[in-house]
């Protein structure tokens, strides 16, 4: 799997640094607006599940995430699964997802996150990414 990164204080990296729970270390988008982040395995993998974390302690906002497959190298996704999820700095924070799944032979997995679907000018977060093989 591969990340790329252009160095901010927030880097992708911090995705899969092994912090987890709320105050973990975090993925900040560099822009406003919906992001996506592409998964790209070396070789075909059977994914049973996959966990990840969010935590948003500063703006209320409700962040929609998608998840998309890919099992020929990135031509063609199918979306999986959608989720919704409302934060809010006077209630819920953090969110954490477990998702079990039998996925065979993906060489691809598309995570696309809508910051907000308000249309705010928010910013992107994600503190903690894996996939269970």
Same mark, same amino acid.
Request: with cysteine.
């Given at each position: 799997?591969?990340?790329r990164d252009r160095g901010r204080k927030f880097p992708l990296d911090n995705i899969v640094d092994g912090s987890?729970?709320?105050? &973990? $270390?975090?993925?900040? +988008?560099?822009?406003?607006?919906?992001?996506?982040?592409?998964?790209? @395995?070396?070789?075909?993998?059977?994914?049973?599940?996959?966990?990840?974390?969010?935590?948003?302690?500063?703006?209320?906002?409700?962040?929609?995430?998608?998840?998309?497959? &890919? $099992?020929?190298?990135? +031509?063609?996704?199918?979306?999986?699964?959608?989720?919704?999820?409302? @934060?809010?700095?006077?209630?819920?924070t953090f969110q954490r997802e477990e998702l079990r799944l039998d996925l065979s032979r993906i060489t691809d997995?598309?995570?696309?996150?809508?910051?907000?679907?308000?249309?705010?000018?928010?910013?992107?977060?994600?503190?903690?990414?894996?996939?269970?093989?």
């Amino acid at each position: 799997m591969c990340l790329r990164d252009r160095g901010r204080k927030f880097p992708l990296d911090n995705i899969v640094d092994g912090s987890m729970g709320p105050g &973990s $270390s975090q993925w900040v +988008a560099g822009t406003t607006g919906p992001q996506t982040l592409v998964f790209k @395995f070396d070789a075909p993998q059977h994914i049973t599940g996959i966990v990840y974390e969010i935590e948003e302690k500063d703006v209320a906002r409700t962040q929609e995430v998608s998840f998309e497959v &890919s $099992s020929d190298s990135g +031509a063609h996704f199918r979306e999986i699964l959608r989720h919704e999820y409302n @934060f809010s700095p006077d209630g819920t924070t953090f969110q954490r997802e477990e998702l079990r799944l039998d996925l065979s032979r993906i060489t691809d997995l598309k995570m696309t996150i809508k910051p907000d679907k308000g249309n705010l000018n928010c910013l992107a977060k994600l503190n903690y990414f894996a996939c269970l093989a």
